[in-house]
């Protein structure tokens, strides 16, 4: 099955690309860049070929290309609006059913003029992207602050990519994006070591694993919680969380960092939002065994 159901010539899109939710005070929304058709040996590279097969079997997927979701998320809380990723932008041609961040805030009716603040998990083309799209820093305030890991920042100043299995071409498209970025936005950088409150109930802890500063954002407001777990956990990690993803720079510590999360989420309840689980990503943790089970939120209409 083949759909090309974003949109229909001279039409809105027909396709969901945001899904509100509340988290006490906070209004948050989860917003698709649309998706990324990438090799199913993504999914991981220290595993068996035919158990990976399997699994994608068992899920009903194609063996060979798996279309992963791009979840980015924008928080209200007070009066700060607080833009969590950006997508991929316009940055590697051969994914074109990414990048539609700007448009789909646009139709959600946020006004990247009214975001102060922006928290980037990690530096990857498809969390980044998305800032440096054609006119994007134009409409962007010049107050914005950048929050961001410093041992992130550090990384890609000159990023190790010995231990990833990514598809040719993506390493370079990686290192020039991140320098890119990094040239653009370094006067609204504000680094954090190990943890950083951006607004009330919004809290980015780094977690490094899948990149030395790669974060996730912890949200808590009232009794609520939810945690934007960024690329620390994908929808392959919850049958199998000691694969190691092709993108992973230090794969070994990307999966104690996921172990210990999804661990964590099942323990307390709380509900968890990613960039690569199926949009828009809602979904709770329950411990299977020596694993995890994936149990999607429903849809609250
Ligand atoms: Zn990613």
């Given amino acids: 099955m083949s759909l090309d159901s974003t949109s229909h010539p001279g039409g809105p899109e027909l396709v969901p690309s945001r899904y509100a939710l509340r988290v006490g005070e906070l209004d948050v929304l989860v917003v698709s860049d649309g998706v990324l058709s990438l090799p199913g040996a993504m999914l991981a590279h220290n595993a068996d070929p035919a158990v990976r097969a399997a699994w994608l079997k068992d899920m009903f997927l194609p063996p060979d290309v798996l279309e992963w979701a791009l979840n980015v998320v924008v928080v209200r809380s007070g009066g700060r609006t607080i833009l969590i990723d950006a997508g991929m932008g316009a940055e590697f041609p051969d994914l ?27 530096m990857h083309m498809d969390h980044v992207g998305g800032l440096l799209a054609g006119g994007v820093k134009a409409r962007l305030r010049p107050d914005l602050r950048v929050h961001v890991a410093a041992a992130e920042a550090e990384f890609w100043e000159s990023p190790d990519f010995s231990r990833v299995s990514m598809p040719p071409g993506f390493p370079d498209a990686l290192r020039s994006t991140a320098k890119r970025f990094l040239n653009a936005y370094r006067s609204q950088l504000r680094p954090f070591e190990a943890e950083h409150e951006v607004a009330p109930g919004v809290l980015v802890r780094r977690t490094g694993g899948h990149t030395p500063g790669h974060s996730v954002v912890r949200l808590a407001s009232g009794g609520d919680r939810l945690t934007f777990a960024g690329d620390a956990v994908f929808a392959v990690g919850f049958d199998h969380p000691e694969w190691y993803n092709g993108f992973e720079h230090d794969p070994e510590e990307a999966a104690r960092v996921r172990v210990r ?11 968890l939002v990613a960039t690569h689980l199926s949009f828009p990503s809602v979904c709770h943790v329950a411990v299977a065994g020596d694993v995890f089970r994936w149990v999607p939120a429903f849809w609250d209409y």
Wanted: hydrophobic share 45%.
């Fill in 96 to 122: 074109p059913r990414s990048g539609r961040l700007a448009l789909r805030l646009e139709a959600a009716g946020i006004d990247l003029a009214s975001v102060t603040d922006v928290v980037l998990t990690h």
């Fill in 261 to 271: 999360l999804l661990r964590e989420l099942a323990a307390t309840g709380e509900p």
